[in-house]
DNA sequence: TATGTTTATGTTACCGATAACATTAACATA
DNA sequence: TATGTTAATGTTATCGGTAACATAAACATA
């Protein structure tokens, strides 16, 4: 490998003087400059990064930890933060969680290992909270997207919860429907806990009831809806949901899909709308209704906020920054 | 930071003695490896990536390098590779370079500056090639995936695009088509090379004709299709295709949008079928008939092949592991 | 008893870069 | 002319590990 050594000696020079070159230090005759230049180019020289990082103490990596890079919310908060990454110089590497708090640690301990500039972390949940300690004990800047953990102070990006619950709930409201499920994620969760109670605020705000046996905590991976979905039906017709609101994607599909199954028409018997598009690209004739969150933006200002952190060019303060959703109303709520 | 200066000297060794302890070395007494294992873990010490990489020139970081991760397909191959990237202890950058050759140079330089152990790519093309260059000529181990460059000798995972194109066709005429367009890649791209040979060959083999006003090349993410289906409708209708096979998810998807826009009925005027699943999740009524090609497999398999490249244990010759695609006959080709 | 062998541990140098300090030459100033 | 200042470059030590070699103790063997 081509060194900062064998350049110095091709050129005449010390060794510092090479990395004085390389650094665009001022300190460096113009006539020097452009000789180490010309020998860096002929013999094609690469600053190596780990020899640099063992002094600076900086590798320019960060880390994005997400539960599931297939699933496209995550998949584009992740495109939005490598972009931003890219524009400043840092590397990105990644690591799915898989909503597993345990595959979450094995993650943090690699990074730290790493020893990445920072990490950007959708957490897997409260149980977090000890990866998270972890990596602040070790002092490495961490900024949350699309979560956060409670009793830890860091900065967020995420779609707002609260207005995009209102607003799924107030599109079903106006479509006439009186009893709403919610299909919710764990509460362990933060962002399943913000939306349990925004549900029930936005209840109240559209004149609705809540009904408790129509709030459904469940998984945001589950993938068979088939037995609450039954007991819904199971119920007296008076008493079914007429709407559902379900908390991501996955869960909104794979309830569609149960309902399917047991033959309950969509959205006549009952109407479905959930967080998040389940398409990138957006099909031919897209059928669920949906309240696409700016996964591209949190990914993007998450970087940017965790960047500020690493370069210390952030406030003290932790900073939330909640970014507004968009109603798509398709077939799966509006009846023909 | 907690170095193995700290433990040894707690634990009354040498540095050395801590190394061989972290590494395993069998030439340790049962005693002292207790003793400084004990050290270790009342000083919470992780061992420096960076510094050991120093000195073993290796940093257990492997760069993926694709066009677009929020490309559904990319990212199921981005998926698989990661499983088996964690599973062999090896942590994966990511990189997109957008189909751009340049911006992908970009990042050539960046992980020849940080030193990764290899690279998995799906190259944007031909262009490549003095990127490919650059790391064969640092000896860093590079495999494909979905796409190769003529002339660069490397292992290969991708969908087998002969016998997908020649599903696709064969269901078309199995349907009764006998005009069929092809909307391509790039003919600068491998696979958009093979498919459009696959094409023809697989019309001839359903006793078909190939007409070349019907063999069309545009860009892999080309978002608009107005003027490609504008041009096909101007055709005399006994001209015109009654199925197109679209080379990718989005040409697939944007197609059928410009035949909306132009109010072509699918399947009825024109029958549309793709390769790979624009959805990740599969909504509740898909519509789009596909070749899923097996993205999750061709990322662990492109993975696999690259982690035995790294460690020496794969054979001489370069490997081309082609695997089969699922046909999911939709809606978009069958009329009601 | 002297020597060889094995096992466990320590010492030194080095990986490729940079920070901190040292030196030199050129020039300005008193 | 002696001294101070500035600009350009060099020297040394160090980052946190590990390879290679050196050493010491314990034991076996002739």
């Known amino acids: 490998m081509v060194t900062i050594y064998d350049i110095a000696k091709k050129a005449n020079v010390s060794p510092m003087t090479v990395s004085r070159v390389i650094n665009h230090s001022p300190a460096i005759s113009e006539a020097t400059r452009l000789k180490v230049e010309a020998v860096i180019r002929e013999m094609d020289y690469i600053p190596n990064k780990q020899a640099r990082g063992l002094v600076s103490k900086e590798t320019k990596l960060i880390s994005l930890v997400i539960p599931d890079i297939a699933n496209p919310f995550f998949t584009t908060i992740a495109r939005g933060a490598e972009d931003k990454a890219l524009q400043s110089g840092y590397q990105m590497l990644l690591g799915n969680s898989d909503e597993q708090t345990d595959k979450e640690c094995r993650y943090v301990d690699l990074l730290l290992s790493s020893k990445v500039d920072g990490v950007l972390i959708a957490p897997t949940g409260d149980a977090s909270l000890s990866n998270l300690r972890k990596l602040a ?30 607003e799924l709930v107030a599109h079903l409201a106006e479509q006439g429907h009186r009893r709403i499920a919610l299909i919710n994620g764990p509460s362990g969760i933060s962002n399943a806990r913000e939306r349990r109670q925004a549900f029930l605020d936005a209840l109240v705000l559209s004149g609705l009831e809540a009904y ?25 017709p008076s008493a079914r949901p007429t709407a559902i609101v379900a908390a991501n994607n996955f869960i909104g599909v794979n309830t569609l899909r149960a309902l399917k199954e047991m033959n309950v028409t969509v959205p006549d018997e009952i109407a479905v709308a959930c967080f998040d598009d389940p398409e990138p690209i957006p099909d031919y004739n897209p059928f669920l209704t949906v309240a696409a969150q700016p996964a591209y933006d949190i990914g993007y200002m998450g970087m940017q906020m965790l960047i500020e952190r690493i370069e210390g060019t952030a406030p003290a303060r932790s900073r939330k920054i909640m970014l507004p959703s968009t109603l798509i109303v398709r077939k799966s709520t509006v009846k023909a």
């Not at 002092?139 to 830890?152: L, Q």
């Not at 129509?214 to 039954?230: A, C, G, N």
């Open 137 to 166: 004990k070790r002092r490495v800047p961490f900024v949350f997207v699309d979560r956060y953990v409670e009793g830890i102070d860091a900065d967020l990006a995420s779609g707002d919860n609260v207005e995009t619950t209102r």
């Open 212 to 236: 408790p046996e129509l709030l459904i905590e469940t998984h945001f991976r589950q993938d068979s809806f088939s037995d609450i979905v039954r007991t819904f039906m199971a119920l007296a």
